[in-house]
C-alpha cells in the first residue's frame, strides 16, 4: 500500500480499536474518546468495515475479540508505541547525547570565549562531538540553513532576521603596545593614534570597519600590517612601534601572555554586541536548547564580568 493510500485511512481508527480491546465494552470506550455510545458504535462499523472483520462478538455485556482483533492488537504495539514517543515531549538527557554539533564562530571567539564554555560542556554530556566552522558574514543565512551549522556565534553586521537570536554581552576595543614602544609609559592620543603604524588582525570580526566608522572625518591611520592571525603583528612589535586594535578581553589575554602594554582608545568607540544565532529549524529541539542555554550562561557571564572588570559599565 502506498503512502497516499494510507493517508486516506482513518487511522484514528486503530486507536479506537486498541481502547476497545483495552475496555471490552463499547460504553467504556466511548467514556475513554469522549464519545457518545452511539458514537463509539458507529466508530466499530467502520472498524468493521476497514478490516472486513467482525472483530467482536458480545457474550452479555462483554465484547469478545476475535483471532483477527488479536492479531492486529499485536500488530499495532510497536506502531502505537513509536507515535507516543514521537508525539510526547522530547526529553534530553545530556548525558546520553552522542550528537555533533557544528558551530560557525570567528578566531576572536574560538580564542577568547568558547573555551570557557567547553569544559561545562563536556562535563555534562561527555559524547558530544564539536565542530567549529569558518564563520562567513556575508553565507550565514546559507551556513545556517543548508550547510549544517547548528548556531552562530558572532558580531552581527546587519539584520538576522529570518534567523533567531540572543545576546552574550557587550565588546569593546582596546590598543595593545610593545612595552618598549615609544608610547608605552604615555597616554595615548587621538594624534599618536594616527600617526603611529597599525596592524589589523582578521580575527577581531569587524574591528576595524568600526574604527574607520569612530574616525570617520580624520585622516586614516597608517596601515602597516593586515593579516589573519595576531602571531604576524607579534613578530613585528620587535622592529616596528606598532599599534594592534583588538577586542579588550583579548587584548587582556594577548597581553598577559607576550608582556604587552594595554591602552584605551583614544576617541569614543561605542562596544558593541557579540550574539549568539540560529537558524529556526533548531529553535525547538531539546539537545539545541540545551547547548544554546549553557553557552549563554557560562559565555555571557564570562564577557559580563570582563566587561565590569574592564570599566566599560
Excluded at 466511548?30 to 462478538?57: E, H, K, W, Y
Excluded at 547525547?97 to 557544528?102: T, V
Excluded at 538576522?160 to 592620543?189: I, Q, R, Y
Amino acid at each position: 500500500m502506498e503512502l497516499e493510500d494510507i493517508y486516506r485511512r482513518d487511522l484514528n481508527l486503530l486507536i479506537a480499536l486498541r481502547v476497545l480491546l483495552e475496555e471490552g465494552s463499547v460504553s467504556k470506550a466511548a467514556v475513554r474518546l469522549s464519545l457518545s455510545q452511539s458514537a463509539m458504535s458507529r466508530v466499530l462499523g467502520r472498524l468493521r468495515r476497514l478490516t472486513g472483520d467482525p472483530l467482536f462478538t458480545r457474550h452479555g455485556q462483554q465484547l469478545i475479540p476475535t483471532q483477527r482483533a488479536l492479531e492486529l492488537n499485536t500488530s499495532l504495539t510497536a506502531p502505537l508505541d513509536s507515535l507516543r514517543t514521537i508525539l510526547s515531549p522530547e526529553e534530553f538527557d545530556p548525558t546520553n547525547c552522542d550528537q555533533l554539533f557544528k558551530i560557525a564562530t570567528t578566531d576572536y571567539a574560538m580564542q577568547t570565549i568558547l573555551p570557557f564554555a567547553l569544559p561545562r560542556i563536556y562535563e555534562e554530556a561527555p559524547n558530544v562531538s564539536l565542530e567549529f566552522a569558518p564563520l562567513q558574514h556575508d553565507q550565514l543565512l546559507r551556513q545556517l540553513a543548508s550547510e549544517g551549522c547548528d548556531m552562530a556565534i558572532c558580531r552581527s553586521t546587519g539584520t538576522v532576521d529570518p534567523l533567531e537570536s540572543d545576546k552574550l554581552g557587550l565588546v569593546s576595543v582596546f590598543c595593545l603596545l610593545a612595552k618598549h614602544h615609544p608610547l608605552a609609559d604615555e597616554t595615548l592620543t587621538l594624534d599618536d593614534y594616527l600617526s603611529y603604524p597599525h596592524a589589523v588582525i582578521a580575527i577581531s570580526d569587524g574591528v576595524k570597519t568600526l574604527i574607520d566608522d569612530a574616525l570617520r572625518g580624520y585622516p586614516k591611520p597608517k596601515l602597516a600590517l593586515r593579516a589573519y592571525h595576531l602571531e604576524a603583528a607579534l613578530a613585528m612589535v620587535d622592529s616596528i612601534p606598532l599599534i594592534i586594535t583588538v577586542p579588550a578581553d583579548l587584548a587582556y589575554l594577548v597581553a598577559e601572555k607576550y608582556d604587552l602594554v594595554i591602552k584605551p582608545l583614544p576617541f569614543d568607540f561605542k562596544p558593541f554586541d557579540y550574539s549568539l544565532i540560529w537558524h529556526p529549524r533548531t529553535e525547538h529541539s531539546a539537545a539545541q536548547v540545551w547547548l544554546r542555554n549553557l553557552i549563554k550562561e557560562e559565555c555571557g557571564r564570562l564577557i559580563a564580568s570582563r566587561t565590569k572588570d574592564m570599566g566599560l559599565v
